[in-house]
C-alpha cells in the first residue's frame, strides 16, 4: 500500500495528466465533430460509388486493444504489489504492434480498393482520423518501451510514470471504441 | 515526472550555476516569466509596427511609408502593395494575439504570478514549463520564416477562412507555416494550461483556500481552463487544413474543381469553437489583475470578491456556448441563430455584476492614482465600452448591417485588444519591481499612460464609426469607393491617433530600460498590499521564493481592518495582534 506522502506526491502528475487527457480528448472530439459536419450533409454515407471499408480486421483490432487495456493494468496491479510487470508490458506492446500492424494492413487494402484520402471526403475523414489515432497508438508503444527500460526502478511506493502511462494507454483505447463505431461500423 | 514538485514538504532544489541552466533552458517559473515576456514585448512590436503601416496605408494611399519602407517594401519603392497590405492585417492579428498577448499576459504573468500568489516553490512540472517556452519560440521561429518564403508571407486573414486559406486562395510556404506555427504555439499554450491548472489545484499554500486566492490568479487559472479545453479545438482545425493544403484531403474544399468536396463552413465552425473562448482567454488575465489592482489602490476590499471569481466563472461557462454568433451570415438556421442571440446576451450579466464590482470598489476609496492604478482605471474605461458595442454584434438584425464592417474591428480591438493592451501594462507597472528588483519611473509611466490612453479611444471609437457608416474591414484602399468618400477625413484622424499612440509607446521603451539598468531599488512591498508575492519574499525573490511556505489565514483585499493600527493593510498570512492567540489555534 502507498503511504499517504506516496498519495500526495501523485497527486499533481494524477491530476496534470487528466487536465492533458481532457484536452487532448477535444481534439479528438473535433475530428468527430468534423466527421459529423461532412456527413450530415450527404444523403447517404459512404457516399455512393465509394469503396466498402472492412468491418472483420477492425472489429478484431478493437477486441487487441480492449485485451491490451487489460493487460497493461495487470502490469499496474503486478508493480503495486511489488511484482515484475515486465511480462506484462511486454503483452500489451505486443498487442499494440499487432494493432498497428493490422491497421496498416487495412490501409493497403482499403487503398488498393480504389478509397484514397485525397479521391472524396469519405477518404479524407477514413484516413486522417484512423492515421491520426494509430499515432497515438505508435506514441504509446514508445512509452512502454520506455517503462521496460526502466521497470526495475517501480517499486509498489514508486510508480507515477507507470500510472501515467496506464492512463494515457486507456485513453488512447477508448478514442479508438468510439472511433471504431462512426467510422466503421455507423 | 517522478521529480515533480507535488508536495510543499519536497525539498529546497539548489540555484542551478551554469549561464545555459540559469538563463537558457531554466526551470524556474520566475525566469520563464521573463522569457516570455521579452518575447511578447519583442513581438508586441513588430506587430505594433505593423498596425501602422496599416494605418499608413488607410491615411495615405499610395505613399511610400516613412523611415522604414523602402527597406521592407523595395519591390515597390517603399509603397505598400496590395498583396503586402493582405499579409500586414494578416500577420498583425496573428502576432499580436499568438505571439504578443498570449506570451505576456499568460506566459509571462501566469507563470511568474501563480506560484509566487498561492504560496508556491515553483509550477508543479517544471520542465514542461520550460518545454512550453521553447516550444512557443520554435513557433515563432517558424513564424518569422514564413516572412520570407516565394509568395511571402500568410495572406488569409488571422482567422484564416478557407477557401481563402486553401491552396487555391493562397498558394505558397508562407500560409503553410503559418498553420504549422499556430499548431506549435498551441501545443505551447496546452502545455502552460496543464501547468497552471494543476498547479493551483494541488500547490496552494496551507489556508490558501480557492476563495482565499487573489483574483489575479482566478482570471489567470479559469483562463488555463478555458485554453486546455478550446486550443485543442484549433490545434484539429490547423491538423485538418494542413492536410488539405498539403495531402490534398477534401475537409474544406468545395465546388466544382473537387469532387465529392468538404465544407469551408466546417473550418468556421471549428475556428470560432475556438475563437470565442479565445478572446475571454486574452481578456480573463486582465480582469483578474484589474480587480485585484482596482483593490489594492482603492485601499479597500474588492467588492463582491467571491460574486466576482463566480461571475468571471460563469462568463467562461457561457463563453463555450456562444460561439455561433460569429457566424450569423454563413446560412446558420435562424432557430440556432437566435439561440446563439440569447446565449450571447446571457454574457451582459455575469459581466456586469463584476463590472458593477469594480465600481463598488472605487466607491469612497482613498484612491492613489499610481501608474498600475491609471492602466486599469483605462481597463475598466475602454473595457465597458468594447462591451456596450458587442451588443450591436450579438443582434442578428443589426449584425446584419454590422457585420465585417470596422464596427467588428473597433468592437473587438476595444475589448480583446485596447483593454487586454492596458491590462498588460497595468500588470507589467506593478510587478516590475518583483520581477526586476527595481522600480519604474512613475512621471514616464504617467506619460505613457496618456499617449496611450486617449489615442486608443480616438482610434477604436473612430473605427466604430466608419463601420456604422459602412466601410468593410480589410480594404486597400476605401477612396477608390463613392460611398466611402466622405469618411478619408475619419480614417485620417484614427491613422494619426494611432500614430500619437505609437509615439506614447517610446516612454514605455525608455522607462522600462532605463528602470532595468539604473532604477531605483524596490523595497520588498513598495505599493504596501497584502498578497503572498509582496508580504513573504524579497524583490526580485530568490530562487526558491519563500524560505517557509507561509500560512495563509485572510483573503487578499484586507484593508483598513480595525484591529490594524500601524499600517492600512493586512498580509494573507499576518497573525492580527489583538486575535492572535485566538486564530493561531
Not at chain 2, 492579428?93 to 498561492?118: E, Q
Not at chain 2, 506555427?181 to 505551447?188: L, P
Not at chain 2, 471549428?270 to 475571454?280: D, N, T
Not at chain 2, 468618400?485 to 517610446?506: C, D, P, R, T, W
Amino acid at each position: 500500500m502507498s503511504s499517504i506522502a506516496e498519495q500526495r506526491r501523485e497527486l499533481g502528475p494524477y491530476v496534470g495528466m487528466l487536465v492533458f487527457l481532457v484536452a487532448w480528448g477535444m481534439c479528438f472530439a473535433s475530428l468527430f465533430f468534423a466527421y459529423s459536419v461532412l456527413r450530415i450533409s450527404e444523403v447517404s454515407w459512404p457516399p455512393p460509388g465509394v469503396p466498402r471499408l472492412p468491418l472483420a480486421v477492425p472489429l478484431f483490432n478493437t477486441v487487441v486493444l480492449a485485451i491490451s487495456s487489460y493487460t497493461f493494468h495487470r502490469g499496474l496491479v503486478a508493480v503495486r504489489g511489488n511484482r515484475s510487470l515486465s511480462v506484462w508490458l511486454g503483452v500489451t506492446w505486443l498487442l499494440g504492434t499487432l494493432f498497428l500492424a493490422l491497421q496498416i494492413w487495412v490501409w493497403l487494402g482499403v487503398e488498393r480498393a480504389g478509397l484514397r484520402w485525397d479521391s472524396s471526403k469519405y477518404g479524407s475523414v477514413f484516413y486522417s482520423l484512423t492515421v491520426f489515432h494509430a499515432l497515438h497508438v505508435l506514441s504509446g508503444l514508445v512509452v512502454i518501451v520506455y517503462l521496460m527500460l526502466r521497470a526495475r526502478r517501480y517499486t509498489s511506493a514508486r510508480h507515477t510514470a507507470v500510472r501515467m502511462g496506464a492512463m494515457f494507454w486507456h485513453f488512447v483505447d477508448a478514442v479508438w471504441a468510439l472511433m471504431f463505431l462512426t467510422v466503421y461500423v455507423l | 515526472m517522478s521529480d515533480a514538485h507535488a508536495s510543499h514538504d519536497d525539498s529546497i532544489h539548489p540555484e542551478p550555476t551554469s549561464f545555459l541552466r540559469k538563463y537558457v533552458f531554466s526551470t524556474d517559473h520566475k525566469v520563464i516569466a521573463k522569457q516570455f515576456i521579452w518575447l511578447g514585448l519583442a513581438f508586441l512590436a513588430v506587430g505594433g509596427t505593423m498596425a501602422m503601416m496599416i494605418r499608413w496605408q488607410l491615411a495615405h494611399t499610395g505613399e511610400p511609408f516613412p523611415v522604414i519602407g523602402h527597406a521592407i517594401f523595395s519591390n515597390s519603392a517603399g509603397i505598400i502593395s496590395p498583396a503586402a497590405y493582405t499579409s500586414l492585417f494578416t500577420m498583425h492579428g496573428t502576432i499580436m494575439i499568438f505571439f504578443a498577448i498570449t506570451p505576456i499576459m499568460i506566459g509571462g504573468f501566469g507563470n511568474f504570478c501563480i506560484p509566487l500568489m498561492i504560496g508556491a516553490r515553483d509550477m508543479v512540472f517544471p520542465k514542461l514549463n520550460m518545454f512550453s517556452f521553447w516550444m512557443m519560440f520554435i513557433s515563432s521561429a517558424i513564424l518569422v520564416a514564413s516572412f520570407f518564403m516565394p509568395m511571402g508571407a500568410a495572406a488569409a486573414g488571422w482567422t484564416t477562412y478557407p477557401t481563402l486559406s486553401t491552396v487555391m486562395g493562397t498558394p505558397g510556404w508562407g500560409q503553410t507555416l503559418w498553420v504549422v506555427s499556430i499548431y506549435f504555439a498551441g501545443g505551447s499554450t496546452v502545455m502552460g494550461a496543464v501547468n497552471y491548472i494543476t498547479t493551483v489545484i494541488v500547490l496552494r499554500a496551507p489556508g490558501m483556500g480557492y476563495f482565499k486566492m487573489p483574483l489575479t490568479v482566478w482570471g489567470l487559472w479559469l483562463t488555463a481552463i478555458l485554453n486546455a479545453l478550446f486550443v485543442p479545438v484549433l490545434a484539429a482545425g490547423m491538423i485538418l487544413l494542413f492536410l488539405d493544403r498539403v495531402v490534398g484531403t477534401h475537409f474544406f474544399l468545395a465546388g466544382a474543381l473537387v469532387k465529392s468536396g468538404g465544407d469551408p463552413i466546417l473550418y468556421q465552425h471549428l475556428f470560432w469553437i475556438f475563437g470565442h473562448p479565445e478572446v475571454y482567454i486574452l481578456i480573463l488575465p486582465g480582469w483578474g489583475v484589474v480587480s485585484d489592482l482596482l483593490s489594492f489602490f482603492s485601499r479597500k476590499p474588492a467588492y463582491g470578491y467571491k460574486v466576482t471569481a463566480l461571475a468571471m466563472s460563469a462568463v467562461c461557462v457561457l463563453s463555450a456556448v456562444v460561439y455561433g454568433h460569429h457566424m450569423f451570415t454563413t446560412g446558420l438556421s435562424p432557430l440556432l441563430g437566435q439561440g446563439f442571440m440569447l446565449l450571447t446576451m446571457f454574457i451582459s450579466v455575469p459581466a456586469e455584476i463584476f463590472f458593477l464590482n469594480w465600481l463598488h470598489t472605487l466607491w469612497k476609496g482613498k484612491i492613489r492614482l499610481t501608474v498600475p492604478m491609471l492602466f486599469s482605471l483605462g481597463l475598466v474605461f475602454v473595457f465597458g465600452l468594447g462591451g456596450l458595442t458587442g451588443l450591436y454584434l450579438a443582434t442578428i438584425s443589426t449584425d446584419l448591417y454590422l457585420h465585417d464592417t470596422y464596427f467588428v474591428v473597433g468592437h473587438f480591438h476595444l475589448t480583446m485588444a485596447a483593454a487586454v493592451f492596458l491590462g498588460a501594462f497595468a500588470s507589467i507597472y506593478f510587478w516590475f519591481p518583483k520581477m526586476f528588483g527595481k522600480m519604474m519611473n512613475s512621471t514616464l509611466g504617467k506619460l505613457h499612460f496618456w499617449f496611450s490612453f486617449v489615442p486608443i479611444n480616438f482610434v477604436f471609437c473612430g473605427m466604430l464609426y466608419v463601420g456604422f457608416g459602412g466601410m468593410q474591414r480589410r480594404l486597400y484602399n476605401p477612396s477608390i469607393y463613392q460611398t466611402f468618400q466622405h469618411l478619408e477625413s475619419v480614417n485620417k484622424f484614427i491613422s494619426y491617433s494611432a500614430f500619437v499612440m505609437a509615439f506614447g509607446g517610446i516612454f514605455f521603451i525608455i522607462n522600462f530600460f532605463y528602470s532595468l539598468a539604473k532604477g531605483e531599488k524596490a523595497p520588498s512591498n513598495p505599493w504596501e498590499v497584502g498578497t503572498l508575492e509582496w508580504t513573504h519574499t524579497t524583490s526580485p525573490p530568490q530562487h526558491h521564493n519563500f524560505d517557509v511556505i507561509p500560512t495563509v489565514l485572510h483573503g487578499p483585499h484586507e484593508f483598513n481592518h480595525p484591529h490594524l493600527t500601524d499600517k492600512d493593510w493586512l498580509g494573507q498570512a499576518e497573525v492580527l495582534p489583538a486575535l492572535g492567540a485566538q486564530e493561531a489555534k
